[in-house]
Structures are given as structure tokens and as C-alpha cells.
């Protein structure tokens, strides 16, 4: 573990907090420049001869004061300041003071001044009318008045918000600006490397002998990458082992094999000729496991080929023997690729087609960035519930033990364990109008 951390850089957790720090840092300072630059915002006033020449002759300056029609009154709350200003409002409009109600809605934008006190005298001081207009109304307010025809105006300012609130939340919003790129260089530090370990555990399930992870980055993420490699290799060395065995014990079967053929010699010829047809099953079948153990286990060197031209000697050697295949015409298909590996995954799903469905139609193209091979035949199809078995090992959709009817059982196997080492897949169905479909998806 000493290697990961000599390539390593410093710990994500501090490049975490440092990048946090800065953020910090950024959003105060803008705070400061707004504290230092903003100017001081200027008091919102209104007098009562202004409330009251909007409800004679509507507002007397655009933007001061609304006037619209009131359908419905709401309830007034006991409020001292909101009498005394309605009977100042009265005075001047010359109307009973029931007919003019004064409030000032709950809230921030509901500035009350500190020496209002509710213990001062309800009789408004003023000699006549014209003292009353110079009464100023600070904050935001509502009046509705009643006009002599019975019918009520509401008046209210016209700007809920003042311009100083206008430019302090877009100041808030030229901080969210600010900090936006140093978040967004964070999530995708932070982001970055478990995208790459998913990457990378897509690309071992494909082929479990891809390149291993680059011991690169924070601490933490060049260890979890080291033991992610070590798990690579571990997995690699448990297949391999268990894939040579395999090999291995298909392979020396042969020697015993080949004496108890040298043994039927003096055998009469009836139990020889049945022992000699044992025989030749037990050698197809361990050749079959040798070529299947052979091409799921050897990674695939790669080089770019034409698809379209591996299948056309396929086809064209099966249509010289008088078999019916036939193959789309189309574009050349170019691809990565082991061309004897995949010669013999075309050459399975095609000798499969042949000996269940009778024919064998192939088509080559290209979709969505992938490259699709279809093998379809016009048989009978398999049973759903075989579906699902049919790339097992050694499982045979045909239920007799005739190897020369019902094959060995590896041809799917080996034709699915190409495609997989090429980071491919292969999926069968039946097709509504009869017979199964094999179709092949790879990298494009």
C-alpha cells in the first residue's frame, strides 16, 4: 500500500474543506462590499393629502399610489396610529370617520416608528384640514374609503418592494453567481473519481482483463483504486485457476481414452462398435470443452476488422456445401476485435440456425453507436421456458442424448463468452412469424 500513496496527492477531505473555506471567504467578501458600497435606503413617505387627492382624483404620480375598486372590506385591527391617521384622513376628505379604515399589514414591509405609543390622545390636534395633509405615513399601508354612492376604494403604495430591496436581492443573487464555479469545480472533484470506478466496473464486467485504474489523485481515491486493481487481479487469477483445471482434466482424459480404444480391439464386435460410437461422444465432448475453455478464457487481441467480411466467409463457405444461408447486403462494418474469435461466434450461431431451424438469414448493421449481428432461422423456435437456460453450459434444447441431433451444448456458451470478452452480449427470441433470432450487440 506504500506505492498508491507516493503517487497520491493530498487528502480529499482537506481539498474539501479548503475549497469550502473559499467559498466562505468569497460570500463574506461580497457581503463586505455590499455593507461598504450599498447607500443608506431611503425612508418610504407618503401624506394624507396625497391618500386623499388619489381617492378624489386618483394618484397624482405614477407609481405613487394604486387605486382600484374594493369588493370586500376585511376586518380592521385596533391600532392607535391607524385611527389617528384615519381621522387625519377623514378631516381632509370630509366624510365620517366610519367611512375610512387605515391599517398596516403584519410584517417586514410594516415599518412602525419607535415613539408611536398607544397611551397618546385620540383627538388629532390639528386646526383645521390643512394641517392634517402635512401628516406623513411612513411605511406600507392600506386605506379603503367609502365614496358617497356607497361604493369602497382601497389605496396602497404602488411599489411593494423598494428599490433598496430590489438591489440587495440582486446582490444575494450576484453571490450565488460568485460561489456558483467554485461548487461546481467541487461536485465535479468530488464526482469525478466515482465516475471513474463505475466506468471501470462496467469495463471488468465486459472484459475482466481491461487495464487497470490509474493510481492517481487524493489519498483516499489512489487506495480505493489499488484495492479495486488487487480485486481485478484477485477475480482474473480465480477464473484462470479454475479455467486450467478445467483444461487440464478435459485434456488427459484423452490418454485414457485413447487405451480403452486400443483395449476393444479383442472385444467382440458388438460391444466394440458401441463402446468405439461412447467413445467418440466422450472425445467430442472433451474437444468441445478444450475450445470452450480456450475462448472464455484468453483475452481478445484487438485490431480493427471488417465484420461484414468475417461473415461473408462464413456464409459463403456453408453456401458452396449447399446449405441455405444467406447474409444482407450492406456497408462494410468495422470494428476492435479478435477476427478468429469472432469467426467462431458467427460460425456457432449460424451451425446452430442450420441444424434446429432448417436456414440461416444474417444481417450486419449499426445502432444507437452499437453494432448489431442477427442469425435468424424459420424452425420451430425454443420454449419460453428455455429462454433462459440456453447459454449454460452443456444444456441442450434438444431432450434426446443423439450428440449428432442435439449437439453438445457449448455452442451458445462459447458464442456468448466471445461476445462478452468483446464488451458485447448475445440474446435469443422467438420471432412472432416463426423460427428464433440470435442477435449479437458490440461496441461499435
Known amino acids: 500500500m506504500n506505492e498508491p500513496r507516493s503517487a497520491a496527492g493530498s487528502p480529499l477531505f482537506l481539498r474539501v474543506f479548503v475549497f469550502m473555506l473559499l467559498c466562505v471567504g468569497v460570500v463574506q467578501l461580497m457581503n463586505l462590499i455590499l455593507v461598504v458600497a450599498a447607500q443608506t435606503p431611503e425612508q418610504k413617505l407618503h401624506t394624507i393629502g396625497q391618500i386623499a387627492d388619489a381617492v378624489r382624483q386618483g394618484p397624482g404620480e405614477p407609481d405613487a399610489l394604486t387605486v382600484a375598486p374594493a369588493s370586500k372590506i376585511p376586518t380592521v385591527p385596533a391600532n392607535p396610529r391607524a385611527e389617528r391617521l384615519g381621522l387625519a384622513l377623514s378631516m381632509v376628505l370630509q366624510v365620517d370617520p366610519s367611512r375610512v379604515r387605515f391599517d398596516f399589514p403584519p410584517g417586514l414591509l410594516a415599518r412602525r416608528p419607535v415613539y408611536e405609543s398607544r397611551n397618546l390622545p385620540r383627538a388629532l390636534p390639528f386646526a383645521d384640514s390643512t394641517a392634517a395633509r402635512a401628516v406623513y405615513v411612513f411605511g406600507t399601508f392600506r386605506v379603503w374609503v367609502q365614496r358617497t354612492d356607497g361604493r369602497w376604494l382601497r389605496v396602497e403604495p404602488a411599489g411593494v418592494v423598494e428599490p433598496w430591496r430590489w438591489f440587495g436581492m440582486l446582490w444575494l443573487l450576484m453571490s450565488v453567481l460568485a460561489v456558483a464555479p467554485f461548487a461546481w469545480a467541487l461536485a465535479h472533484r468530488i464526482a469525478k473519481p466515482f465516475g471513474a470506478f463505475a466506468a471501470a466496473a462496467e469495463r471488468l464486467g465486459r472484459n475482466p482483463h481491461t487495464e487497470p485504474l490509474a493510481l492517481s489523485g487524493p489519498s483516499e481515491i489512489a487506495e480505493a483504486a489499488a484495492a479495486f486493481n488487487q480485486m481485478q487481479a484477485r477475480l482474473n487469477r480465480y477464473v484462470d485457476d479454475r479455467t486450467t483445471v478445467i483444461g487440464a482434466l478435459a485434456h488427459d482424459l484423452r490418454t485414457p481414452l485413447?487405451?480403452?480404444?486400443?483395449?476393444?480391439?479383442?472385444?467382440?464386435?458388438?460391444?466394440?462398435?458401441?463402446?468405439?460410437?461412447?467413445?467418440?461422444?466422450?472425445?467430442?465432448?472433451?474437444?468441445?470443452?478444450?475450445?470452450?475453455?480456450?475462448?472464455?478464457?484468453?483475452?481478445?487481441?484487438?485490431?480493427?476488422?471488417?465484420?461484414?467480411?468475417?461473415?461473408?466467409?462464413?456464409?459463403?463457405?456453408?453456401?458452396?456445401?449447399?446449405?441455405?444461408?444467406?447474409?444482407?447486403?450492406?456497408?462494410?462494418?468495422?470494428?476492435?476485435?479478435?477476427?478468429?474469435?469472432?469467426?467462431?461466434?458467427?460460425?456457432?450461431?449460424?451451425?446452430?440456425?442450420?441444424?434446429?431451424?432448417?436456414?440461416?438469414?444474417?444481417?450486419?448493421?449499426?445502432?444507437?453507436?452499437?453494432?448489431?449481428?442477427?442469425?435468424?432461422?424459420?424452425?420451430?423456435?425454443?420454449?419460453?421456458?428455455?429462454?433462459?437456460?440456453?447459454?449454460?453450459?452443456?444444456?441442450?434444447?434438444?431432450?434426446?442424448?443423439?450428440?449428432?441431433?442435439?449437439?453438445?451444448?457449448?455452442?451458445?456458451?462459447?458464442?456468448?463468452?466471445?461476445?462478452?470478452?468483446?464488451?458485447?452480449?448475445?440474446?435469443?427470441?422467438?420471432?412472432?412469424?416463426?423460427?428464433?433470432?440470435?442477435?449479437?450487440?458490440?461496441?461499435?
Not at 460410437?277 to 475462448?295: C, F, G, H, K, P
Not at 467462431?344 to 440461416?360: D, R, W
Not at 440456453?390 to 431432450?399: K, S
Open 258 to 444: 485413447m487405451r480403452m480404444a486400443l483395449r476393444l480391439e479383442a472385444v467382440p464386435d458388438g460391444v466394440r462398435s458401441a463402446c468405439e460410437n461412447d467413445i467418440r461422444d466422450m472425445q467430442a465432448l472433451i474437444t468441445s470443452t478444450l475450445a470452450y475453455v480456450r475462448e472464455s478464457g484468453q483475452p481478445a487481441a484487438r485490431r480493427p476488422l471488417d465484420l461484414r467480411s468475417l461473415a461473408e466467409t462464413v456464409t459463403d463457405d456453408l453456401s458452396d456445401r449447399g446449405e441455405p444461408v444467406t447474409l444482407a447486403l450492406g456497408d462494410p462494418v468495422v470494428i476492435e476485435g479478435d477476427s478468429a474469435a469472432l469467426k467462431a461466434m458467427i460460425t456457432n450461431l449460424v451451425s446452430n440456425a442450420l441444424k434446429y431451424g432448417g436456414c440461416a438469414d444474417v444481417s450486419l448493421e449499426r445502432h444507437n453507436g452499437e453494432v448489431r449481428v442477427e442469425v435468424r432461422d424459420r424452425g420451430p423456435g425454443i420454449p419460453p421456458e428455455d429462454i433462459d437456460h440456453v447459454f449454460e453450459p452443456f444444456f441442450r434444447g434438444e431432450r434426446s442424448r443423439n450428440r449428432d441431433t442435439g449437439g453438445i451444448g457449448l455452442g451458445l456458451a462459447s458464442a456468448r463468452a466471445v461476445a462478452r470478452a468483446h464488451g458485447g452480449d448475445i440474446v435469443v427470441e422467438n420471432v412472432e412469424t416463426g423460427g428464433l433470432c440470435a442477435r449479437v450487440t458490440l461496441p461499435g
